[in-house]
T-cell receptor, first 114, second 114 residues
Framework: EAQVTQNPRYLITVTGKKLTVTCSQN?????MSWYRQDPGLGLRQIYY???????DKGDVPEGYKVSRKEKRNFPLILESPSPNQTSLYFC?????????????FGPGTRLLVL | AQSVTQPDIHITVSEGASLELRCNYS??????LFWYVQSPGQGLQLLLK??????LVQGIKGFEAEFKRSQSSFNLRKPSVHWSDAAEYFC????????????FGSGTRLQVQP
């Protein structure tokens, strides 16, 4: 089954404790991205990757890092989480990153930073 | 820069009633337009999309949307709502040039009364 998986689904952490949210897709997609969803703001893109070792900032990249060492994986790293990063995070992928393409989303990771 | 407005934060309809969710966009030309649905605890799923041609597009689950260039709108409709349609709905815009990321609206939460 074609899918995007994220782990963990739920995470509670404390300020300053580094964490990583994993994302994996099995569709051989070139393009992957991370979004955060906040009430009243919709989804905002954090980072995206056009291919292995090619990443770039989205609209709200501050406080986040990403890496793309393998085509299928695109982890999101919070080096020093802060309470304002409490949010619902989605990983998404598409074939080549064209804006006309369907985005396939993971189930989301709900993060609470105390 | 492209933007999307969903003026209704929350809508409640009775099961079997018709539904229209509003979406207005701002973009210099005709953009790519999408509607995604997010069921509780799930990621986003594509309902339908518009690129060009016929301005009335059909999607999954009995949904349709109409692109109206003169009104910069892309409203989502369904003639008869089912209880399983309760979810959050996001309109999104993709630019035909430049930045490839989608711009999402803030979402409309649909509640269905029995």
């Amino acid at each position: 089954e074609a899918q995007v998986t994220q782990n963990p689904r739920y995470l509670i952490t404390v300020t300053g404790k580094k964490l990583t949210v994993t994302c994996s897709q099995n569709m051989n997609h070139e393009y992957m991205s991370w979004y955060r969803q906040d009430p009243g703001l919709g989804l905002r893109q954090i980072y995206y990757s056009m291919n292995v070792e090619v990443t770039d900032k989205g609209d709200v990249p501050e406080g986040y890092k990403v890496s793309r060492k393998e085509k299928r994986n695109f982890p999101l790293i919070l080096e020093s989480p802060s309470p304002n990063q409490t949010s619902l995070y989605f990983c998404a992928s598409s074939l080549n990153g064209g804006s006309q393409e369907t985005q396939y989303f993971g189930p989301g990771t709900r993060l609470l930073v105390l | 820069a492209q933007s999307v407005t969903q003026p209704d934060i929350h809508i409640t309809v009775s099961e079997g009633a018709s539904l229209e969710l509003r979406c207005n966009y701002s973009y210099g030309a005709t953009p790519y337009l999408f509607w995604y649905v997010q069921s509780p605890g799930q990621g986003l799923q594509l309902l339908l999309k518009y690129f060009s041609g016929d301005t009335l597009v059909q999607g999954i689950k009995g949904f349709e949307a109409e692109f109206k260039r003169s009104q910069s709108s892309f409203n989502l409709r369904k003639p008869s709502v089912h209880w399983s349609d309760a979810a959050e709905y996001f309109c999104a815009v993709g630019g035909r040039t430049g930045r490839r990321a989608l711009t999402f609206g803030s979402g409309t939460r649909l509640q269905v009364q029995p």
